[in-house]
């Protein structure tokens, strides 16, 4: 069983930038796959971007160019660096991990102002 936990979220005006860290309870290496989702209000969880044991990624089409996902085998932990930030982009963001199963963390906020 893999454990999530998510930090980093927050309140951010349009244009700037946060960083999102999920620290797992154990080594990422054997994992398939991390990724982050995010879930806005009346809408249904998305994947924004997901990167493979192999270290293929992927992005949603609204966040390319803007966010970049990147992993830390040392530390055991994926990131997801968000720049240019817009108002849409304001969700819970969850980190994902893939190994048979999914496991999710609790979520951290992000909101964006205009």
């Known amino acids: 069983q893999v454990q999530l936990v998510e930090s980093g979220g927050g309140l951010m005006q349009a244009g700037g930038s946060l960083r999102l860290s999920c620290a797992a309870s154990?080594?990422?290496?054997?994992?398939?796959?991390m990724g982050w989702y995010r879930q806005a209000p009346g809408k249904q969880r998305e994947l924004v971007a997901r990167?493979?044991?192999?270290?293929?990624?992927n992005y949603a089409d609204s966040v390319k160019g803007r966010f970049t996902i990147s992993r830390d085998f040392a530390k055991n932990a994926v990131y997801l660096q968000m720049n240019s930030l817009k108002p849409e982009d304001t969700a819970v963001y969850y980190c994902?991990?893939?190994?048979?199963?999914?496991?999710w963390g609790q979520g951290t906020q992000v909101t964006v102002s205009s």
């Open positions: 994902n991990a893939v190994q048979g199963a999914d496991y």
């Open positions: 154990g080594s990422i290496f054997s994992l398939d796959a």
């Open positions: 990167i493979t044991r192999g270290g293929g990624t």
